[in-house]
């Protein structure tokens, strides 16, 4: 079974551009998560999307960072315009649905604001 | 609300000395607990699980018990090795918050010859 996948692995920009996430869950799973993880602290949920539907995005910045999932599957992370304290680690996870059930995790994007 | 607190870091062992990280929680409801791995450079793996209380999760060797009388869910392993050096997160999913994970901020392990 394919894991989650996500690009890019790294990307270096400098404060005020824009960049975008990739996330492609394991097929099938209803659940994504974005997280973003600063150096050194645990992970942050971002947002959680139950096929194309939001079911939470209260810790996300909307004024500069939006996400969407489209057809209930693949999601890209934007931010525009970045700040040096966007610099992290974001991971997008999925999980089959359900409370008993673990998430799924991609290898991350590293974020690097300069 | 729910919230993951984890015993703090970094932890230093020789190798095949005992391991303890300890995490308790707070939750409304009634939680899953996890304990994932984070290796330098990836993603996180799920390490162990547990659904409910007195459940025992455990693989490779680390185990932890879900503990609803002190809302505890400590990893321990009897012989720590080289390559268990990794950041250690211990977190909950909650069905009554939409199945929403917390994390702890990880207790790093570095595991010397």
Not at chain 1, 4 to 32: D, M
Not at chain 1, 76 to 83: E, G, M, V
Not at chain 2, 2 to 13: F, K
Not at chain 2, 20 to 45: D, H, K, M, R
Request: hydrophobic share 35%; net charge negative.
């Amino acid at each position: 079974e394919a894991g989650v996948a996500q690009s890019p692995r790294y990307k270096i920009i400098e404060k005020r551009q824009s960049v975008a996430f990739w996330c492609n869950p394991i097929s099938g799973h209803a659940t994504l998560y974005w997280y973003q993880q600063i150096l050194g602290q645990g992970p942050k949920l971002l947002i959680q999307f139950q096929n194309n539907g939001v079911v939470d995005d209260s810790q996300l910045p909307k004024d500069r960072f939006s996400a969407e999932r489209l057809k209930g599957v693949d999601s890209t992370l934007k931010i525009q315009p970045a700040k040096l304290e966007d610099s992290a680690v974001y991971l997008c996870a999925s999980s089959p649905g359900g409370g008993y059930t673990e998430a799924f995790f991609g290898q991350g994007t590293r974020l690097t604001v300069v | 609300g729910n919230s993951v607190t984890q015993m703090e870091g970094p932890v230093t062992l020789s190798e095949e000395a005992f391991l303890t990280i300890n995490c308790t929680y707070t939750a409304t409801g009634y939680p899953s607990l996890f304990w994932y791995v984070q290796y330098p450079g990836e993603g996180l793996q799920l390490l162990l699980k547990a659904t409910k209380a007195d459940d025992k999760g455990s693989n490779k060797g680390f185990e932890a018990t879900y503990r609803k009388e002190t809302t505890s869910f400590h990893l321990e392993k009897g012989s720590v090795q080289v390559s268990d050096s990794a950041v250690y997160f211990c977190a909950l999913s909650d069905p009554g918050d939409g199945n929403q994970f917390y994390f702890g901020t990880g207790t790093s392990l570095t595991v010397i010859p």
